[in-house]
């Protein structure tokens, strides 16, 4: 959905970190693992993150949360290759390769999936039709655009599966991806790509956005069946508790002005939930002046 910014912008990581071939499976699989190592990630000019270190395996689910302006959806597009998000330093390693050398298609190809908070809409193109390509392109990297797409049968027999799966109305594939589309089939749509992709690693940057109790508990389960049946590592990047309510995280990350300040399992969930945010801005009061500051920056803008 976007370009990769120039390797120049991609911020100071080490030569010796290797750019991965698509031949070189040795290295590719060797960690299982999304590294992120004093990542530091500005916009405009302007520092959002300031030094961010997460490790997620794959099979383990993970909670980042925080309040607004804590650079919570930086650091997704950051990791996804958005060319707004320029990084400054640290590094990005996705199975032992170079995520910050790879094009935001690489990113994908490699593994990375990243369910957007405000899905873009596209007319004229069907779900299925978005859906076979993208998981052509996935499951045969070197492809040219237009070239060997997955054979029609063997493909509507797996989406339907899947569909059938996930609980989503066969309908579903003929209308156009997004358009028209509620939030919560917007969301459900993000769902079922990850259910066709099956990356190693998924974000999911405010899924729960906008949706009632009953979208979140449905996008929820889909979510659950694709960690359970391919061990998906995944991201959930929330403000709330109730979406963890159904994807229960193992560990839980506290971002605030930029650093993760907190870092705990699901009784940290519950203490949120409970208390708020008031504690963590009390307890960090540097990091919490940086969160004012730069939610009163950008008021108005984009979520960051």
Not at 24 to 40: A, Y
Not at 63 to 90: Q, R
Not at 105 to 132: H, M, S, W
Not at 184 to 194: D, F, I, S, T, W
Request: glycine share 10%; with cysteine; proline share 5%.
């Amino acid at each position: 959905m976007f370009e990769s910014p120039p390797a120049h912008r991609q911020g100071r990581v080490s030569a010796m970190v290797p750019r991965c071939s698509d031949e070189d499976e040795t290295v590719r699989t060797m960690s299982n693992e999304l590294r992120i190592e004093d990542l530091r990630v500005a916009i405009e000019g302007k520092e959002i993150l300031k030094g961010v270190s997460l490790t997620v395996r794959q099979g383990e689910v993970h909670a980042l949360m925080g309040p607004n302006g804590s650079g919570k959806s930086t650091l997704s597009y950051a990791l996804m290759g958005h060319p707004s998000y320029e990084v400054t330093g640290g590094s990005v390693l996705l199975n032992g390769c170079n995520l910050l050398e790879m094009e935001a298609d690489e990113r994908a190809k490699a593994g990375l999936f990243l369910a957007f908070q405000y899905p873009t809409a596209i007319p004229g193109v069907t779900v299925a039709n978005f859906l076979r390509h993208a998981v052509t392109n996935i499951r045969h990297p070197d492809r040219k655009e237009g070239e060997d797409l997955i054979p029609m049968r063997e493909f509507r027999k797996e989406l339907r599966a899947v569909m059938d799966e996930l609980g989503i109305d066969p309908e579903f594939a003929r209308r156009y991806l997004n358009d028209g589309f509620s939030g919560g089939e917007k969301k459900r749509a993000e769902v079922l790509q990850l259910a066709m992709l099956k990356p190693a690693f998924a974000i999911l940057d405010e899924t729960d956005s906008g949706l009632d109790i009953d979208a979140v508990r449905l996008v929820s389960e889909g979510v659950n069946r694709v960690v359970q049946r391919e061990g998906t590592g995944v991201l959930v990047i929330t403000h709330y508790q109730r979406i963890l309510n159904y994807i229960k995280p193992q560990f839980v990350h506290i971002l605030l002005g930029g650093r993760i300040v907190e870092r705990g399992g699901p009784e940290l969930v519950e203490i949120l939930e409970r208390d708020g945010y008031d504690w963590v801005r009390a307890k960090h009061p540097v990091e919490a002046r940086e969160a004012e500051e730069l939610e009163a920056a950008h008021a108005g803008a984009d979520s960051f």
